[in-house]
């Protein structure tokens, strides 16, 4: 009975922990508008990304922006999220 109760505690204990964790994970991180190649003529693709704690999504994101501006398209890149006032 003992263990069972160990492995209660601590399977609580791991909830509360990732209930607390979860408003940061989800917490929007708004990016600054960006444009690539500001002049180019054939079209404009932009692309949306969704910041994590992490630059690790920022790269797909980056890598993708590659085609396009081999193409010499403007490219612009932000998040969703819109910016909190004054910052």
Sequence with gaps: MTR???VG??????AMGLGAL????ERANPSAFAVD??????GTARLLH?????????E????????PLT???????TTAARPE???
């Excluded at 505690?9 to 791991?14: A, K, P, S």
């Excluded at 190649?37 to 054939?42: Q, S």
């Design 60 to 67: 797909p994101t980056n890598a993708f922006a590659e085609a």
């Design 37 to 42: 190649n500001a002049e180019g003529e054939p």
């Design 50 to 58: 969704h910041p994590g704690l992490s630059d690790r999504r920022l």
């Design 85 to 87: 006032a004054g910052a």
């Design 4 to 6: 069972r109760l160990a």
């Design 71 to 77: 193409a010499d398209w403007r490219v612009e890149r």
């Design 9 to 14: 505690v601590f399977l609580l204990t791991v």
């Design 22 to 25: 979860q408003p940061k994970i």
